[in-house]
């Protein structure tokens, strides 16, 4: 006697909530294509600004369980392990959430924030000043290197309130403008 594989239709979304129906033969409790949509959805969402988010938070949260200086990914990987009440978690996986290649669960952000004693909107608020603060460094680099354009002309020469305007009747160059 022969068993014919199982035939099934599965519905597969993406992130943007559009769906597809696939027909898929399940041999053995596998489906190739199913199985091969689900990978193309992950790395679709593996890419998106929300994931990117979240592998920020995680890494915060590993800088700020680390005091400032953050802690090595393999003892904060125990520690998170710990909190989701998992056997382990490896180093690698870490990583990846960190850098926003594969899909950060919304449990590891959970853990991160009960691993620092914190809830999730207050490791958003220190992601943020993080940014903040990196930001300010970045403009207290290149300040000194622009010089101040309120204090001088279009050609660099004057004071502003010196500025010639199109309403004076002179043009953007400095010549006189004609009228027609």
């Not at 790395?43 to 600004?49: N, V």
């Not at 691993?115 to 992601?127: C, I, K, M, S």
Request: net charge positive; glycine share 8%; charged share 20%.
């Amino acid at each position: 006697m022969t068993r014919l594989p199982a035939s099934s239709i599965v519905a597969v979304c993406d992130a943007n909530k559009s769906c597809a129906l696939i027909e898929s033969t399940f041999a053995g409790g596998s489906s190739t294509i199913a199985s091969r949509v689900r990978t193309r959805l992950r790395e679709k969402l593996a890419a998106t600004a929300h994931n990117q988010l979240a592998g920020s938070l995680l890494r915060q949260g590993r800088s700020d369980a680390g005091g400032g200086k953050p802690i090595k990914q393999a003892v904060y990987a125990k520690q998170l392990a710990a909190s989701l009440h998992v056997e382990s978690l490896a180093r690698q996986t870490l990583s990846a959430w960190e850098r926003g290649t594969t899909v950060v669960p919304a449990a590891a952000l959970l853990a991160s924030a009960e691993v620092n004693g914190v809830d999730v909107g207050q490791l958003v608020d220190a992601a943020r000043q993080n940014v903040k603060a990196k930001i300010a460094d970045l403009e207290a680099q290149l300040l000194p290197a622009v010089p101040d354009r309120s204090r001088v002309d279009g050609n660099g020469t004057g004071p502003a309130d010196q500025v010639p305007t199109r309403e004076a009747g002179l043009s953007s160059h400095g010549a006189d403008v004609q009228p027609a």
